[in-house]
Nanobody
């Protein structure tokens, strides 16, 4: 079993910054890829960013590239999403998720490749 708990969401003005954290439990954390997804009201959940087991490879959706940074600290069983230059369209419920694919598989954006999900943390950007 893997449990993921997001934190760090809140209300921020456009142009501001926020750092989300995802604390994970489970013996396999250090050997799995992790991802961040988000879902705004009335919209489908979308991929935001992913990071491989070691943190050496990352992937971002185009809309956040250059503004968001995903990172991880395996000693703390935690993955982070640093969000800078926030825009109103970044407003969403943000989820972290654990990828079930082999550690040496390419990073994936597909929700079906992620088996464990956190409860989500709300990010609201005012304009």
């Amino acid at each position: 079993q893997v449990q993921l708990v997001e934190s760090g969401g809140g209300l921020v003005q456009a142009g501001g910054s926020l750092r989300l954290s995802c604390a994970a439990s489970g013996r396999t954390f250090s050997s799995v890829a992790m991802g961040w997804f988000r879902q705004a009201p009335g919209k489908e959940r979308e991929f935001v960013a992913a990071i491989n087991w070691s943190g050496g490879s990352t992937d971002y959706t185009d809309s956040v590239k250059g503004r968001f940074t995903i990172s991880r600290d395996n000693s703390k069983n935690t993955v982070y999403l640093q969000m800078n230059s926030l825009k109103a369209e970044d407003t969403a419920l943000y989820y972290c998720a654990s990828c079930w694919k082999r550690w040496d598989s390419p990073l994936t954006r597909a929700e079906t490749d992620y088996g464990y999900w956190g409860q989500g943390t709300q990010v609201t950007v005012s304009s």
